[in-house]
Every structure is written in C-alpha cells, then in structure tokens.
C-alpha cells in the first residue's frame, strides 16, 4: 500500500523537523506511480503532484504524526478537496421543477443512474418524471419505461420521436403541467469527437436550461477522462459527476481527472446494477481507494 | 551520453507519457522507452523519425505476428459466446459480427441469454432484424443457461450455421455472475461446442481492463477480444497488456455504433494509431 511504501521512504532518509527536499522528492515518486496506475490522468497527476510538492515542501513535522503520517495526511487533504470536499447533494431549486441533465459517453451508466436518481427523489417524497430523450440507441426507450415502472417514477416517452430538444421540452411541459418536482432527462451516449452529436446535446439543454448537468463516467475509465470532461464542458454547463460501476475494482482515478477538469465535485456513486445502488459520493473513501 | 544526442532527457519522458496517455499503464511505457533507448544507442539512431520507427517495433513485438486473429467457425452449429463487463458493447458488436457473417453466406442465429438487463431482449431483436439473424429467446428472468441451450437446439433443427450468444453484462469481481457465466458455457457443451469466447473490451477503460480479461479468461476462457469505441480518443492502450502478459489476441475492433462499424484488428494499424 502506499502508506507502507511511504514508511519504507522515512526510515531509509533520516528525519529532521521539517520533511526534507529529498524525502518529498520520494514521496511525490510514489505518488505519481500510484495515482497513474490507479487510471488518473498523466496531466491531472503532474498538477496534483505540484500542488502537493508545494504543501508539503517545508511542513512542520507533527509531533503526533510520523513523517509518512504526515505526509499521507496533505495528499489525503488535497485529494479531498479536488473531488469536491464533503458530500455535495443536487443543487437546490426555489421554483420547481428542477431539472436534472445526464449525458456522457456510450455505456457509462446514464439510463440507470437516471432511474436510480429518479428512486431515490421519489424516496425523499419528491415527484420527478423521467424524460427518455435518447431516441437513437435500440430499446432505450424501452429500458427508460421498464427502469420507471421499476423505480415508481413516470416516464415521457414518444416512441417514433426523432427530436431530442423538442421531446425534453415537452416532457418539461409536461412536469410544470403536473405539478412534478424534477425532470431527470436522459440522453443517448455520446463521443465528444462527435460533432454531431455534440450539438445536439447543447441543443437539449438549451430547450430545458437544466439546473444540473451530471457527467456521467465509468469508474473504469482510464487517460482519456480528461479529454471527455474537457469536451463536454464545452458543450454544457457541467455541475456534477456521477461515477458509475464503484462495485467493480477499478482504482477510479477517473474521479480525479473528471472533478479536477470540471472544477465540479462527484456528487453520486453507483455501486450496483440494481435502482436501489446509488449512493451520494464520499471523497475520503474515494481518496484511499485511488491512493490505493 | 553525446549518442541518443537527438533527444534529451524531457524528450524521452514525452515519449513514456505519449504511451501513458494512450492507457499502455506505466509498466509497459517504461519498458518499451528503455529498450527504444538501448537500440537507439547501439543503432546509432538518433533523429526523431527513426525514433518513432523504433517505438512502433518495440510495440508491435508485444503482439503475437502470428496469434489466429480470424474467428473461429466450428461445423454447424458453430456457437460463440460474447462476454464482458457491463456496457463495453457486446449487444451491439453481437449484431455487427452477425451482420458480416450474413455477408459471407452463413446463416446466424442468436440467443438472447441476458435476461437481467431492461429491454435486453427487445434491443437484440433490432439488431437481430438488421443483421438478418434469427433470435431466441425466453422471458425476462429466464436462466441464461436455459436461453442459449435452447437456441443450440435451434440452431441445429434449422441447420444455421452459427450461434452467438449475448450473455448480461457483469463486473468480474461478483463471483456468482462469473459462476454463472461459467455454467453457461458447460451447459451449451453438453450438447454443443464453443468454438469462441469473446471479450469485449472497451477501449476507453484504463488497467481495470487487464484485470476484466484476467477474470473471464479463468471463468471461462477466452479466445479472442473485440476492443470497442475506438472512434472516440482513447487508444486502447490496454490491449497492449492483454495481448503480451495473457496471451489473448485481439481479434476485432469497434469504430461506431452502425451495424457496417467493425473492423478486423491489425496491430500495425493499432500501433500506428495509438503513436499518433
Ligand atoms: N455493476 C454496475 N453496473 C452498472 C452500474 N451502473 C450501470 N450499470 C450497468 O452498466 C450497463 C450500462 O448501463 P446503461 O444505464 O444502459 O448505460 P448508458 O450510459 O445509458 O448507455 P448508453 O445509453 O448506451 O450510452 C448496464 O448493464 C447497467 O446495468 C453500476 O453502478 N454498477
Ligand atoms: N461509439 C461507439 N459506441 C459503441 C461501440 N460499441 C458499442 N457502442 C455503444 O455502447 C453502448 C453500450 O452498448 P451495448 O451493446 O448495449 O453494451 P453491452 O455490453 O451489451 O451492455 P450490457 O449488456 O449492459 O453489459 C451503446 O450505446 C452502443 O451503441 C463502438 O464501437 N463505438
Ligand atoms: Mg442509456
Ligand atoms: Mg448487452
């Protein structure tokens, strides 16, 4: 583990008050080894890595913490801090409904997460509807009513329907109309390389001006996480991320480079197949299990 | 050293972190920069084109030249099981192979054995419609082995000449749905054979990828990968690992999400690609 191979470091380099150039120059080595095989970006590691270099260059030593303690403790704070501080929750809405956008790449989770969403506000004694706005994928649709039905929760629908904007305009319609509390709009799965596609993502926001914009990304995903939050906040106002498929073993250094790029916290992990496996996202877990 | 005195030192990490970025994971850049270092000297290479040459080698030496990258057709009924983690693309990839199978004259027929996921069967049926294949399948929560038993038993009364069988998405960590997949392969051999296991890989996962073919290949065994979404800007890197450290060959790739978007895998293509 990375706090064993950080003790190794401090009892083969004397210890003084302060932590040595030498011994940060060791430690940042094994830092940077860690997260790169824990999937975080190279770009998002080497601005980490500085940062870290920065607090702990010079930090007293604690007299109750060892040197490794010490220093575990400022990447711990600082992970923390990049994916987005203590757990953050939907942002609040004073006139509803709120509107909730999911989009990311093909088979991240957004379909699920979506109806996981969906459960869990109905949980709280909200009433969101569901908005199936990927009118592209084979059965989305399909899988969008059936998630619904499962979850308790209504879902617009228009089989046959060929414009996306248009559907979740009325589906937005259809929550003033209803009196419901969230619309959670669902979105085929998209390449940011796709210019088309792309397009039509900011043309779906722009139809429902959604409060919150959820990134969602596989927890297995590797480099190219920084090249998919880059593009997305292009397109839309991102305000979240979702990581998905927590349940797996995947280190989820994705989580890293997608809050680092957006400048915006996880906010929900999906840690199942099942409606019920959403859960708001812990940081400090998170942060142990990329240190590994 | 004055040889290798065309690139210095920031040039040799760009190289590492070229391979980096293209997900290849920190052990097998660091090697292959060392040994482009070593025969650079002793070559006496020292500009950046040859160094790129160098590079590519390096990394076509992890590919087997000669690992059977054609898939495998058995005497009829052929069957082939299509595996992976959840969303990587075997539903979709199921009806691009189905369709070039069409295109070459065999009559496909598949099984519809993910019972779990919503819609499962009804997305099938579309690619199944758009490929020309027959479909069987059973209702949602059916066992998975039964499913793919019974179109074994399809596919020979019909006289087809392949069965693919899509099969639920799982994480390789849940031990039950590995268990799982397993008996669905020793039921579909009680009557029939299993002349491929794919994996499907997508290309945009990191090292989580090495550890997912690690699992199906001592669940089931695998013999061949389909690396998918490489129409994104991931490179698949991972493939790399999988090919050197298990010996598994890729045998296709995905490049979209239409039925024509699957290409056979070419490691002078791929490595060209993932160098940029
Ligand atoms: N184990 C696990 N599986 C998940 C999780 N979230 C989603 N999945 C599975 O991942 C697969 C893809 O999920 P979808 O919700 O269809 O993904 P999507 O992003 O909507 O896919 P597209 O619409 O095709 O882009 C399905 O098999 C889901 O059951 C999770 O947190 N854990
Ligand atoms: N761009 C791109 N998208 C792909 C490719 N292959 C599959 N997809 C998309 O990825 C998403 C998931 O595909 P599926 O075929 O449902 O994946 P799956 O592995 O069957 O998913 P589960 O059954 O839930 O595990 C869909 O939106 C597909 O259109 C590819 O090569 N390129
Ligand atoms: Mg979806
Ligand atoms: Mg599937």
């Given at each position: ?31 940077r ?28 030593i ?53 109806a ?12 969101p ?16 009513q ?7 929760v ?11 904007p ?8 259809e ?23 792309m ?6 926001a ?6 919150e914009?959820?990134?969602v ?40 480079s ?13 840690v ?21 | ?11 040799w ?7 980096i ?15 482009v ?18 590079m590519a ?30 969303g ?63 179109a ?13 069988v ?111």
């Amino acid at each position: 583990s990375l706090s064993s191979r950080f003790d190794d470091i401090f009892t083969r380099l004397r210890n003084r008050g302060r932590l040595s150039d030498k011994q940060v120059d060791e430690v940042l080595r094994e830092i940077r080894l860690a997260l790169l095989e824990a999937d975080v970006s190279l770009r998002v590691v080497k601005a980490f890595v500085a940062d870290v270099r920065e607090r702990a260059q010079g930090a007293e030593i604690h007299k109750s913490l060892s040197p490794a303690q010490q220093v575990i403790k400022i990447v711990n704070e600082a992970l923390i801090g990049v994916l987005g501080g203590e757990a953050k929750g939907l942002v609040p809405v004073d006139a509803p409904p709120r509107v909730i956008l999911m989009a990311g790449l093909q088979g991240s989770g957004k379909t699920t997460a979506a109806a996981k969403l969906a459960k869990h506000l109905r949980g709280k004694g909200r009433r969101p509807l569901l908005a199936a706005c990927d009118l592209r994928r084979p059965a989305a649709t399909s899988q969008l009513q059936l998630l619904g039905e499962q979850a308790g929760v209504p879902v617009h629908a228009e089989p046959g329907a060929t414009d996306a904007p248009a559907v979740a305009r009325r589906a937005l319609e259809e929550a003033h109309a209803e009196n419901l509390t969230d619309v959670i709009v669902d979105t085929s799965g998209r390449m940011h390389v796709d210019p088309e596609l792309m397009a039509e993502l900011g043309a779906v926001a722009r139809a429902v001006e959604p409060h919150e914009t959820l990134l969602v990304c596989d927890a297995m995903t590797g480099q190219d996480a920084v090249n998919v939050a880059e593009a997305f906040l292009e397109e839309v106002e991102v305000t979240g991320v979702v990581l998905t498929k927590l349940d797996g073993d995947a280190r989820g250094g994705a989580a890293l480079s997608m809050s680092y790029v957006t400048g915006c916290p996880v906010k929900f992990a999906g840690v199942g197949e099942k409606l019920d496996d959403l859960e708001p996202f812990h940081p400090d877990r998170m942060a142990s299990r990329i240190l590994g | 050293d004055a040889l290798g005195a065309g690139l210095d030192d920031d040039a040799w990490d760009d190289l590492e972190a070229a391979l980096i970025q293209a997900d290849t994971g920190v052990g097998t850049a660091t090697a292959v920069v060392s040994e482009v270092r070593a025969e650079a000297r002793a070559a006496g290479v020292t500009d950046v084109d040859g160094i790129r040459t160098l590079m590519a080698q390096r990394l076509l030496a992890r590919f087997a030249a000669d690992a059977p990258r054609a898939l495998t057709i058995g005497p009829p009924p052929s069957v082939w099981l299509v595996v992976g983690v959840n969303g990587t693309g075997k539903t979709t990839t199921i009806g691009k192979i189905a369709a070039d199978q069409a295109a070459r004259g065999r009559r496909v027929v598949m099984a519809a054995a993910d019972t779990f996921r919503a819609a499962a069967d009804e997305q099938l049926e579309a690619w199944a419609r758009r490929a020309g294949a027959e479909l069987v399948k059973h209702r949602p929560g059916a066992d998975p082995g039964a499913v793919a038993f019974d179109a074994l038993a399809h596919a020979r009364a019909r006289g087809h000449d392949l069965l693919i069988v899509d099969t639920a998405g799982r994480l390789h960590t849940k031990v039950p749905l590995m268990d799982e997949l397993a008996k669905i392969r020793r039921v579909v051999e009680k009557e029939g054979r299993v002349d491929e296991v794919l994996l499907v890989l997508d290309a945009t996962a990191g090292q989580n990828g090495l550890a997912q073919a690690r699992s199906f290949a001592a669940a089931t065994g695998v013999t061949g990968v389909v690396l998918t979404k490489l129409d994104g800007t991931a490179k698949g890197g991972i493939a790399v690992a999988v090919e050197q450290e298990l010996g598994i060959p890729i045998k296709l790739i995905g490049v979209g999400e239409g039925l024509g978007d699957l290409e056979p895998f070419e490691p002078r293509r791929f490595v060209e690609a993932l160098l940029g």
